[in-house]
């Protein structure tokens, strides 16, 4: 299987966070160029400059995926550095900022504002690198989407399966360019975040805990083969598909 990336360049949003710098890494000790994009401008340079302390060629930008503004910036920066874009992964996202707030009475402004980074950012954020993939001859978008897309969890799981439809639909508008969108749900990450969201002796824990087939939680290294997967030529005859990581949590048929 050649997961190989060498010569590719690749984008990772969200990745001052737990598991984005973790896909970082993964990505650049495959070969691969990494842009660490994170609207947290200091934490993104924080994590280029441990990167480069461990050898991996990267840069830290600030980024706002709401703004389309902003993502056309950050394309045009990674350009400059490095050629153009082959790789998107499209990884920011509210999660444990997101009220546990029934959605009879939800506050339709936190809606809105979560359905705004979580599903359109993706989209703001694709638009923005197709025409360097293109120009490449093809190119790998892979949206982070969450097991939680498939159990109506709330506000949360709505924008993340609105996100793998929108994986669906990018795949059919972009395979005749050669590039392949897929997706990937964990389950329970143990990132600061992923605590945030699911705290030890919560509820939610212990549903993960009895409902898993394998294990519940996981560090995000446990991501890393699926991400290279779907990054590297590997995956070349597969798009539109949503892999789900999440040691046997969620079973679709
Ligand atoms: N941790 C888990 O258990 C878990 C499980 C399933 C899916 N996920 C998904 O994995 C991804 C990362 O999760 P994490 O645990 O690392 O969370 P995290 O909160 O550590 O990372 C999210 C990152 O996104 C950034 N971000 C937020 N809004 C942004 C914006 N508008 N523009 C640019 N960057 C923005 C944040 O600054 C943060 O660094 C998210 O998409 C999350 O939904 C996480």
Redesign the pocket.
């Known amino acids: 299987m050649d997961t190989t990336l060498e010569g590719k360049v690749a984008i990772v949003?969200?990745?001052?966070?737990?598991?984005?710098?973790a896909y970082a890494r993964a990505l650049g000790r495959a070969g691969a160029a990494v842009v660490i994009?994170?609207?947290?401008a200091e934490?993104a340079e924080s994590v280029a400059s441990d990167l480069k302390g461990e050898g991996l060629r990267t840069i830290g930008v600030g980024?706002?995926?709401?703004q389309p503004e902003?993502a056309r910036s950050m394309a045009k920066t990674v350009t400059q550095a490095f050629g153009g874009v082959d790789i998107l992964v499209n990884?920011?996202?509210?999660?444990?900022?997101i009220p546990q707030t029934p959605l009879a009475e939800f506050p339709i402004e936190m809606w809105d504002r979560v359905m705004k980074?979580?599903c359109t950012?993706a989209l703001i954020c694709a638009q923005a690198v197709v025409p360097s993939m293109i120009e490449r001859g093809g190119g790998k978008i892979i949206n982070?989407?969450?097991?939680?897309a498939f159990i109506g969890g709330g506000a949360?799981g709505v924008s993340?399966l609105a996100l793998v439809g929108l994986t669906v639909a990018l795949a059919r508008e972009l395979g005749r360019h050669k590039i392949n969108v897929n997706a990937i749900?964990?389950?329970?990450?143990?990132?600061?975040?992923?605590f945030r969201?699911?705290p030890e002796d919560s509820p939610f824990r212990a549903m993960m805990q009895q409902q898993a087939a394998i294990q519940a939680f996981a560090p995000?290294e446990d991501l890393a083969g699926a991400l290279l997967f779907l990054a590297s030529a590997a995956s070349n005859y597969m798009t539109g598909q949503c892999l789900n990581v999440d040691g046997g949590w969620i079973m679709r048929l």
Do not use: C, F, R
Not at 13 to 21: R, V
Not at 37 to 40: E, F, G, L, R, T
Not at 63 to 66: E, K
Not at 144 to 148: E, F, P, V
């Open positions: 949003t969200g990745a001052a966070g737990g598991i984005g710098q994009a994170d609207i947290n934490g980024l706002d995926i709401t902003s990884n920011a996202a509210l999660m444990a900022e980074v979580n950012g982070q989407a969450s097991g939680g949360y993340k749900a964990p389950g329970a990450i143990n990132t600061d975040a992923g969201a699911a995000p």
